[in-house]
């Protein structure tokens, strides 16, 4: 009884999963909303089931939308499927959310990864010169439309666009893993009260005024700031990207400290929550007001700031 429930399930996921893989392909005006969604099956199925029923389900769902959808069908289905499993496999071990969060980010960036090494083996696909590509092709057009018009661009200003090319290029790395970590925390926003109203017990996330990083940071950053005095830094070297993207990676976590501590202190004093949100909104738009919140970052981890606050 117990496996032909199982059976039923998986069957009755697959079916879900490769409707909204349909429907996402030929109603492409709904795939942003759908893709969404694609990991909810495979979450549903392995939280309850045994490993063994759940990666029949996953392999059976990347063939079927192969069959169905050709190579775009399985390469959603190996992305979100493969996250949505190892999300699954964690609420069924009871991990924490952190826990979940950070195993299916990290299976989400390996199967990221591994599409585009297939697709530059097999099929001559290469994303990161497409998209450069892209980019290069709509800076050449701008400045075109702009010479049209009779309003020649500043040569300051073409060279300035052509370094921003060569930067995001450089910075592949850090879009990368920045895709697969904040399309994950989407995906855990939007699916887990779904699957907590289906029956599925999901963990929740200790408030965002809770999250500390470890002091190591501060001095990682120290040092990278310092390497990129002492190293030199050839435009497009090894070492220019390699310090180009660890310094991103270490702001942005100072700025995530910064805002956190905001929150922290806001909650402290019982301040209106508007506060702390005005403050992530300025932080967006505004680059003076982001380079005050790394700074507090800083201050927060180095000087152990939210521990003097609550001792006083």
């Known amino acids: 009884m ?10 009755l996921m697959l079916a879900i999963f490769i409707v909204m893989i349909l429907v996402m392909i030929f ?9 969404l969604f694609l990991i909810l099956p495979f979450l549903l199925y392995s939280s309850k089931h045994s490993v063994k029923y759940s990666i029949i389900l996953g392999i059976s769902a990347m063939l079927l939308s192969f069959i169905l959808g050709s190579f775009v069908g399985l390469l959603f289905a190996f992305l979100y499927g493969t996250t949505g499993l190892m999300m699954g496999y964690c609420i069924k071990r009871k991990e924490s ?22 697709s530059a083996l097999f099929f001559n696909l290469n ?13 050449d057009q701008y400045i075109e439309a702009l010479k049209t018009l009779g309003q020649s661009p500043p040569l300051e200003l073409q060279e300035q666009l052509r370094e921003m090319v060569q930067i995001l290029s450089l910075m592949a790395p850090t879009l990368m893993v920045g895709t697969a970590f904040i399309n994950v925390i989407v995906i855990i926003v939007v699916n887990f009260p779904i699957a ?17 990083f470890p002091k190591s940071i501060v001095w990682i950053y120290l040092l ?45 004093k019982k301040w209106s929550k508007a506060i702390p949100i005005i403050a992530v909104v ?20 180095g000087f152990n700031l939210r521990q003097r606050l609550s001792q006083s």
Request: glycine share 6%.
């Open 127 to 139: 994303f990161l010169t497409e998209y450069q590509r892209i980019f290069q092709t709509s800076i």
């Open 224 to 268: 990278v700031i310092l390497l990129s005095f002492i190293v030199n830094n050839d435009s497009g070297s090894f070492w220019q990207m390699a310090i180009l993207n660890a310094s991103f990676i270490l702001q942005s976590l100072l700025v995530i400290q910064g805002l956190s501590f905001i929150f922290y202190f806001a909650h402290l």
């Open 97 to 118: 959310k952190r826990t979940i969060y950070l195993a299916s980010s990290v299976v989400f960036l390996f199967s990221l990864v591994l599409i585009f090494v297939i």
């Open 2 to 11: 117990g496996k032909t429930r199982m059976l039923t399930e998986g069957a």
């Open 27 to 35: 109603v492409p005006i709904l795939g942003v909303i759908i893709q």
């Open 196 to 212: 907590k109203r289906l029956g599925v017990e999901v963990p929740k996330f200790s408030p965002f005024r809770n999250l500390n």
């Open 282 to 301: 300025l932080t967006l738009f505004l680059p003076f007001f982001l380079s005050i919140v790394r700074v507090l970052g800083i201050i927060d981890i």
